[in-house]
Nanobody, 125 residues
Framework: QVQLVESGGGLVQAGGSLSLSCAAAGGISSYALGWFRQAPGKEREFVAAIAWSGRNTDYADSMKGRLSISRVNAKRSVYLQMNSLLPEDTAVYYC???????????????????WGQGTQVTVSS
């Protein structure tokens, strides 16, 4: 059974930074990973993604320049560094994985099979 566990969320002031982590456990050996977020009353939206190889990444236009996604496959972990946070970045952030090798990244939620429970990020003004 595949499990994804997010950590690193919390409360931060506008302009601050947070680093989220997603650790994978269970029957998944190679996978692409994406981050999505959902604010109250809004649909889930893409944030960032990284290929299994680590050579290919993608970011939401609304957050480009403020994000950095990376991974350490030996630790089965993916990291999302978020800088210059804004109140509108407040949401529950989810990591999602799908079995993949190479350079593929997905930006749509239906491209991902496994999902974490989410971690709350709150940015105060």
């Amino acid at each position: 059974q595949v499990q994804l566990v997010e950590s690193g969320g919390g409360l931060v002031q506008a302009g601050g930074s947070l680093s989220l982590s997603c650790a994978a456990a269970g029957g998944i050996s190679s996978y692409a990973l994406g981050w999505f977020r959902q604010a109250p009353g809004k649909e889930r939206e893409f944030v960032a993604a990284i290929a299994w190889s680590g050579r290919n990444t993608d970011y939401a236009d609304s957050m480009k320049g403020r994000l950095s996604i990376s991974r350490v496959n030996a630790k089965r972990s993916v990291y999302l560094q978020m800088n210059s946070l804004l109140p509108e970045d407040t949401a529950v952030y989810y990591c999602a994985a799908t079995i993949s090798r190479g350079d593929w990244v997905g930006t749509k939620s239906d491209e991902y099979t496994y999902w974490g429970q989410g971690t709350q990020v709150t940015v105060s003004s």
